[in-house]
């Protein structure tokens, strides 16, 4: 697995995501973008690419979340067509497609933040 994280996000832009996440945040989500405002992890056989902190709010309403899966929110994605997204209701992580993107399509990967990348770093390959 190699990670390229952005530079951390201010002590200021931390306080004010979570005063404006109204949600439950994934365990160990935050400790994450206290050390990096975003990042590209390349594991074997995926990629997850996780949006800058600064940019979530303005991310999710220009992929219209709310209207498509309003009891989620986007955190980043494959660098593809899959978007993973925490529930605001349990704070854990599902995938689920930009394309046709619903609650209804949502399929659990973690119910925590470590949990994710030990999932995508075990993952087959999504070409095979």
Sequence with gaps: MNIYKNPPPSKTDIEEFIS????KLPA???EFLEESNGADICFDNTYLLLWPLTDLFFLNQEYDVEVFAPNFFLIGSDGGDTAYAISKKTGYIY??????????EAILVSN?????LRKLATSPNKDN
């Design 20 to 23: 404006n996440a109204t949600f």
């Design 28 to 30: 160990g989500y935050i």
């Design 95 to 104: 995938e689920m497609p930009f394309i046709g993107m619903s609650s209804k």
């Design 112 to 116: 925590d933040f470590n949990g994710l």
